[in-house]
């Protein structure tokens, strides 16, 4: 207990003196807030509170977008990215404290679409096709951390759909190929993925048999 509100005391101290700094004018507002988002993931190492690391990532995504786009990315958008890479790892952190598989899946799909982003800012050309390989990348890191032990596939078999349509586009792209089957892949991956979902469920039902 004493220990807590002597942790306490000193983050209340801390956020004085940057809140002091911001009124004189010595700081402005994005680096209160990046200063406030460190002295908070050092508070959850030494209190181990997940508030303060959440607080902590949260405040430290949104000073970063704001101090990022000022000073060093003036002509790229790098919001979306960051963002998503933020809130993806909060995500991740969730995870491996509670070991709900929905924050992995989440943890990784939303780094991946934020890279995508990034890579659409700056490539000159289509890069549709990354999207499905960064997909394909999650889907299989998501299988071996969270299901490749309990002997579950279904996300490893999505990782390799999605590297196969991923080169599909990349050969498009480059060759300008006009397949006449881009008709066919629009109504051939909905199938799919009712099939993996069928298949899901089915051997529920068959384990809880």
Known sequence: ??????????LLIFVGVLF????????????????????????FFNQ?????????LALLG??????????????????????LW????????LYFRQKNKGFLIIGLILPALGTY????????SDANWSLFLLFGIS????????YRSSGVEWPKHLAWIMAVVSILFLISSKTMIQFG????????????????????IYNIIKLKE
């Open 20 to 43: 002091l700094l911001l009124n004189l004018k010595v700081l402005n507002f994005d680096w209160v807030l990046f200063l406030l988002s460190i002295g908070l993931i050092i508070g």
């Open 181 to 200: 089957f881009w008709k066919f892949i629009s109504y051939l991956i909905p199938i799919i993925l009712i099939g993996l979902g069928i298949k899901i």
């Open 117 to 124: 982003n990034l890579i659409e800012e700056l490539a000159y």
């Open 139 to 146: 889907f299989y890191i998501i299988y071996i951390i969270g």
């Open 86 to 93: 933020i809130f993806g790892i909060l995500s991740l952190v």
């Open 48 to 56: 181990k509170h997940m508030g303060y690391l959440i607080s902590g």
């Open 1 to 10: 207990m004493k220990r807590n509100s002597y942790s306490f005391g000193l």
């Open 62 to 83: 949104i000073s970063l977008i704001s101090i990022l786009n000022k000073y060093i990315f003036t002509n790229i958008d790098v919001k979306s990215f960051l963002f």
